[in-house]
């Protein structure tokens, strides 16, 4: 099968990785993009594992039992996807936890401000 050169990924991890250090500020489509990213790393981190090892491995075996080319491929993707898409509603469930944390903070912090 076809594989990507790691230095490939290495490289573009290196670029994340130093850009993360400069202060850089996005506008538009790109702003929007990487706000979704930080907000999706958290959920994402969470469920990955439990999907990889569960719907990843049956589908994998699935498609390899009824002979599909490039099996690990095909069930990787359907698993990224369906990792993304388990990942949502705890993006809206933590964007509402923040919302409810704040509204309890600010008159505590105006408290101590006086």
Excluded: E
């Excluded at 994340?16 to 981190?45: E, N, R, T």
């Excluded at 719907?55 to 039992?65: A, C, E, H, R, V």
């Excluded at 095909?74 to 993304?84: D, E, K, P, Q, R």
């Amino acid at each position: 099968g076809y594989t990507i050169p790691f230095q490939y990924i290495d490289g573009v991890g290196s670029i994340f990785v130093i850009s993360s250090c400069y202060d850089v500020q996005l506008k538009g489509w790109y702003q929007k993009s990487a706000q979704f990213l930080g907000q999706l790393s958290f959920p994402f981190y969470l469920l990955h594992a439990l999907f990889i090892c569960s719907f990843g491995s049956w589908l994998f075996l699935t498609l390899k039992t009824h002979h599909v080319v490039h099996p690990s491929f095909f069930s990787g993707v359907a698993t990224l996807v369906v990792s993304i898409l388990a990942s949502l509603p705890f993006i809206k469930a933590n964007t509402l936890w923040l919302k409810v944390l704040n509204n309890v903070m600010q008159p505590l912090r105006k408290k101590m401000q006086s």
